[in-house]
């Protein structure tokens, strides 16, 4: 089992910026990658940001050279640099950790509660 806490939302000002975090605890050892999903009222959920173990990021398009995805191993915590907000990207974030495969680990994706990130106009 992996616990994700989750903070750092809130509202902002079109153009402002924020810093989301995402605390892992339990069977961090299982950990395959860290990342962030974020699902907009009426929108499907949406993959935004992700790191692997071994550094290798991904982003989406939309948020390339805008959001910057970090991570501390050592207390096992992923963040999200947000950086010229738009107002389109309100919505609720979300944490996710997919863990390694097998017997002990699982294989599942665990999810943080989210935290709502609001963007105004």
């Known amino acids: 089992q992996v616990h994700l806490v989750e903070s750092g939302g809130g509202l902002v000002q079109a153009g402002g910026s924020l810093r989301l975090s995402c605390a892992a605890s339990g069977d961090t050892i299982c950990i395959s990658a860290m990342g962030w999903y974020r699902q907009a009222p009426g929108k499907e959920r949406e993959s935004v940001a992700s790191i692997t173990s071994d550094g290798e990021v991904y982003y989406a398009d939309s948020v390339k050279d805008r959001f910057i995805i970090s991570r501390r191993s050592v207390n096992h915590t992923v963040y999200l640099d947000l950086d010229r907000l738009k107002p389109e990207e309100t919505a609720v974030y979300y944490c996710?950790?997919?863990?390694?495969?097998?017997?002990?680990?699982?294989?599942?994706?665990?999810w943080g509660q989210g935290t709502q990130v609001t963007v105004s106009s």
């Open positions: 996710n950790v997919p863990v390694y495969s097998g017997p002990y680990c699982g294989g599942n994706d665990y």
